[in-house]
T-cell receptor
Framework: DAGVIQSPRHEVTEMGQEVTLRCKPI?????LFWYRQTMMRGLELLIY????????DSGMPEDRFSAKMPNASFSTLKIQPSEPRDSAVYFC??????????????FGPGTRLTVL | DQQVKQNSPSLSVQEGRISILNCDYT??????FLWYKKYPAEGPTFLIS?????DKNEDGRFTVFLNKSAKHLSLHIVPSQPGDSAVYFC????????????????FGTGTRLTIIP
């Protein structure tokens, strides 16, 4: 298995531009999570999906952020318009089927976003 | 408000010695705890976990201790090896054993461990 796949790995953009981050979870996993890592706050959960349905988006910082999961194998996190304070590493993670008895999440390599 | 706190941003330990990483939490509803390890330019990877029904879990060189009354857990690595140099994240959830399962994890800010050869 290739693991969780994220693209792009690096993104540099200018303030005001739209940014779209992409994630392909591990096949068969039914939960998907988007995190943001910063020095000050560590790993913050932005939103998570279960069976493609958003369950908790309380971590989404502002209306500028939106996330979708149109099917079990693809999710996007969009920032529009982007701001310099959005600069961070964004991780996507997935976890296995319900009742597996484990809360382990499998992380992708992350997307390093820089907004100038 | 940080519900999971790792108060030491960094720690340096001599190779072969014991590394002890600490984590405190404030939410008494947390019932499952995990440690993740992260190398530069990679995503975090799962290391070891413990449920609130236990106070210790061991896996090779790694042992996690849970003190529920103090709302404190620690990760012990012994002996420490150069490959252990990484950032370690503590995480907690309220979901272990629930029917829903796979709920969200609340992470700490991480501790950067450096093993000195």
């Amino acid at each position: 298995d290739a693991g969780v796949i994220q693209s792009p790995r690096h993104e540099v953009t200018e303030m005001g531009q739209e940014v779209t981050l992409r994630c392909k979870p591990i096949s068969g996993h039914n939960s998907l999570f988007w995190y943001r890592q910063t020095m000050m706050r560590g790993l913050e959960l932005l939103i998570y999906f279960n069976n493609n349905v958003p369950i908790d988006d309380s971590g989404m910082p502002e209306d500028r952020f939106s996330a979708k999961m149109p099917n079990a194998s693809f999710s996007t996190l969009k920032i529009q318009p982007s701001e310099p304070r959005d600069s961070a590493v964004y991780f996507c993670a997935s976890s296995p089927i319900l009742g597996s008895g484990s809360n382990e999440q499998f992380f992708g390599p992350g997307t390093r976003l820089t907004v100038l | 408000d940080q519900q999971v706190k790792q108060n030491s941003p960094s720690l340096s330990v001599q190779e072969g010695r014991i590394s002890i990483l600490n984590c405190d939490y404030t939410n008494s509803m947390f019932d499952y705890f995990l440690w993740y390890k992260k190398y530069p330019a990679e995503g975090p990877t799962f290391l070891i976990s413990i449920s609130s029904i236990k106070d210790k879990n061991e896996d090779g060189r790694f042992t996690v201790f849970l003190n529920k009354s103090a709302k404190h857990l620690s990760l012990h690595i012994v002996p420490s090896q150069p490959g252990d140099s990484a950032v370690y994240f503590c995480a907690a959830s309220v979901s272990f054993g629930s029917n829903f399962g796979n709920e969200k994890l609340t992470f700490g800010t991480g501790t950067r461990l450096t093993i000195i050869p």
